[in-house]
């Protein structure tokens, strides 16, 4: 008897990890690594659109990483433009849907502005949603919803004793999807990095040792079956 069709989360999330560490093990330049990166990226999301993955949500840029040096923080900027600029005649190939979550303000003008023409091309295609998290840190988009929600109250127009967990998604930058189902981290780190804190908190989490450059559409197949193993109760029994 045949195995059974392993079960497709609709959501995914991926912190992408591991770039500078596998670009440092060949002997080159951090920037080969993110740009290294930028072909798995390709490979996972011709992967979930294959898949039937619903949303997918890449981890690509974390407030922190404004922290790194100007030239890696240039030189990421103007990966991010390529690959907005090279990957979204592919994505509208794929009929994939880009959105775009963070503190997108912060962003170059240049990058911003290939950002939202990306958006607004892709923005009638019907298959995969990708989501990129750009500038953004899951802590600042938790007290950002905490201001909004305390301006709705101090206006009138929010009752606090209304709002339960529900109503508070709905001030988050990811309210229109749904949280993740599946979250994957690369290059074996145990952590969460300040990533969609609110929205993982009943994913299933799989770690991969491999950096982020090696991750293929058959790691994703792989992290797909593991989830599929997993009997997610909820708290119940």
């Not at 591991?18 to 992967?47: C, I, K, Q, T, Y």
């Amino acid at each position: 008897m045949s195995n059974p069709a392993p079960e497709i989360p609709r959501h995914i999330a991926i912190i992408m990890d591991g770039n500078g560490r596998w670009a440092n093990s060949r002997g080159l330049p951090r920037r080969d690594g993110h740009r290294a990166g930028a072909e798995s990226v390709r490979e996972v999301v011709e992967g979930c659109s294959e898949l039937g993955v619903e949303y997918l949500t890449l981890y690509a840029f974390s407030s922190e990483n404004w922290k790194r040096p100007k030239n890696e923080v240039d030189a990421l900027m103007d990966l991010l433009k390529r690959f907005l600029r090279e990957k979204g005649r592919e994505m509208a190939k794929q009929n994939v849907r880009l959105h775009a979550i963070g503190r997108l303000h912060l962003l170059p003008d240049d990058c911003r502005a290939a950002l939202e023409n990306s958006i607004a091309d892709t923005a009638n295609n019907t298959g995969l949603n990708l989501v990129l998290a750009l500038s953004y840190g899951s802590r600042e988009e938790i007290v950002d919803a905490a201001k909004s929600i305390a301006m709705a109250t101090l206006a009138g127009t929010l009752d606090p004793d209304t709002l339960d967990a529900p109503s508070f998604s709905t001030y988050l930058s990811t309210a229109p999807f749904p949280d993740p189902d599946l979250l994957i981290r690369t290059s074996g780190e145990l952590r969460l990095s300040n990533f969609l804190l609110w929205q993982i908190s009943y994913s299933e989490i799989v770690i991969t040792r491999k950096n982020w450059p090696e991750f293929k559409k058959s790691d994703l197949q792989a992290a797909i079956e593991e989830y599929s193993r997993r009997h997610r109760r909820f708290g119940a029994v």
